[in-house]
């Protein structure tokens, strides 16, 4: 028999909070969510924004639309929303398109989808087919780079002035460890919130789950009844793999660490910002434009291989400001 | 002996303890409480619960994975 919501006491708990062992009902739960969401998107959210969500149709980034919905309707600010999904031309990312397109439709959000083979002149399905065994870099390396600049690109476009994504308190902190491992302080320093884009062709990313658990954003998501997959991606390997198992292993052992952790880790990440040690420094990438910190974009140094993998050209596309630095 | 309770768990017929929670039940069958929600009789449960008799148990994957933040 299914437990009283410790909370309110009468409707059935569907989710246990592992820090505090608390059973709560789906109302409560979206309830403490929505309140934490709400108060991170007070600071990032301005008055006459145009929010863009980098919509993949799964249940973070449906939960983020859903939320920013709910946000816009309160009129704590007023600002536009839309979405943008990126067919990246995999069969898994299909029935994910479906899901955003119902949303979308539900919400009544303006919806942009995009093909990753229309932009870029590949996708990710001919990627794994083309990169040798040998290499240590997997599809997902070229899918993740690939999809934020076509979001980048087209949310630029739309006239969007923040593009939100799903990423969850787990995603940020995988990334941040990921990042602490290589090295790459200035990746750990431009991945902050609410970090003021130091380009205009950069559109500012905010990440309004930041403080959401993904176990708590997949109960969320089910309760709101949102049309989201649960589907893994087929693809996923490499490295974050790892972190997240490392992470959910020491977290049984330590409750709360990772809340800890990453707070921890955005106050070394303020503290180095603040006191101007790294700068990030943009130029336009001589190849497509688009913003970079080197001669040649990250995007562009991929096709190039493969194109090479591949023996024949793919696309780059340009930017009619290519030529000013900033 | 402890009583146990007949479940239908991941489609297959078992008895598990009658005292035995959700949680416990992930734990001895490997399913990470981070990684995997819990669904009892199709929809999500809190994994303090106990089980009783005829429920469908299974465990969703909930893990995505989002190259880069």
Known sequence: MRPACDRCGSREAIHTVHLTNENLCGECLVQDVRRRVFSLLDRLVEDGDRVAVALSGGKDSSLTLHLLAEYQSVERRKFDLMAITVDEGTAYRRSGIEAARKLTRRLGVGHVVVGMRDIHGIDVAEVRAILPRRWRRSACTYCGVLRRWAINKVAREEGATKVATGHNLDDVLQTHLMNLARGDVPAMVRSGQGVKSPSPLMVPRIRPLAGVREREVAAAALHLGLPAHFGKCPLTTGMRVGVRRSIDELELAIPGIKEDLLSGLWAVIGEVRASGAIGVELRSCKLCGEPTTGEICKTCQMKLELQDLAHRPLLFPRQPQANSNY | ?69
């Open chain 2, 1 to 69: 002996m402890r009583r146990q309770v007949r479940v239908r768990l991941e489609g297959e017929e078992v008895s598990v303890d009658a005292h035995m929670r959700i949680s416990e039940l992930m734990r001895e069958l490997g399913y990470h409480p981070e990684a995997h929600v819990p669904f009892v009789n199709g929809s999500p449960a809190p994994e303090r619960m106990y089980l009783s008799n005829g429920d469908d148990v299974r465990f969703v994957r909930i893990t995505v994975h989002h190259p880069g933040v």
